[in-house]
């Protein structure tokens, strides 16, 4: 960046007075290099002139304006400032963003930082919770359960606690389970013990007779088993005729 590009870019962030320091301080240094030229220049005649003449159109050539307006300015997201085209102060975005230039409208925009399909968090971009729970705002961690839900922490998952009738949460297996001596069928917790007769049939969720045939009576679960095709007759079971 030259000198005058510079200075424009200080007045326009820190003010006048910051911006004229900075220009008095380079006036100065020019000044100096002047004041060696000219003592240089003695004795040499003619040539020492023209360089001086030649240092002085550079001088000039530098300070000529390239605008006065900010129409004037090559895009939108530029300014005139002293007569120099510079860029804008940036947007106050949110956190997570960046204020960039739009190639489109040619004006600032806050832009996201974070790729498609992360989140921010804690300043800086994350991947989505996978594992059921939501984001914990604080530690950025995936460990914080929904309303209902519960985290276990040996699965390093979040899950549902409410559980049907007869069954309780096992934050051990983060599942809902039945308590001591029954299983779960379909949606309910039953026993699967069954008589040396029977077999429990996860089917039906209960009972069934090892020989395939029939509980008799029906409605005993300790009842005789009758051989298919038998007829089951007050708790005793007859052959076909």
């Known amino acids: 960046m030259d000198a005058n590009r510079f200075d424009a870019w200080t007045r326009r962030r820190f003010g006048r007075a910051a911006g004229g320091m900075v ?74 963003e960046d204020s960039l230039c739009n190639p489109t409208t040619q004006k600032l925009q806050c832009f996201p930082k974070c790729p498609n399909g992360q989140v921010c968090c804690g300043g800086g971009c994350a991947e989505p919770c996978t594992n059921g729970c939501m984001r914990n705002p604080t530690t950025c961690s995936c460990d914080t359960p929904a309303p209902g839900a519960s985290w276990c922490a040996r699965t390093n998952t979040c899950a549902s606690h409410i559980c049907a009738d007869n069954q309780y949460f096992d934050q051990g297996t983060c599942e809902c389970t039945c308590p001591s001596g029954k299983v779960l069928c379909g949606d309910k917790c039953v026993s699967d013990a069954c008589e040396s007769l029977y077999y429990f049939d996860d089917k039906t969720c209960s009972c069934e007779c090892l020989n395939g045939g029939a509980r008799c009576p029906t409605n005993d679960p300790r009842g005789a088993c009758c051989y298919p095709g038998y007829v089951c007759s007050e708790s005793t079971c007859y052959p076909p005729k």
């Open 23 to 96: 220009a008095l301080l380079l006036g100065l240094g020019a000044l100096e290099g002047a004041v060696v030229a000219k003592g240089k220049g003695k004795g040499r005649g003619k040539g020492g002139k023209d360089k001086d003449k030649d240092r002085n159109k550079r001088k000039d050539k530098d300070k000529e304006q390239e605008c006065s307006t900010n129409l004037e300015c090559d895009s939108g997201c530029m300014e005139c400032a002293d007569g120099i085209c510079v860029p804008k102060l940036p947007l106050l975005c949110a956190v997570c």
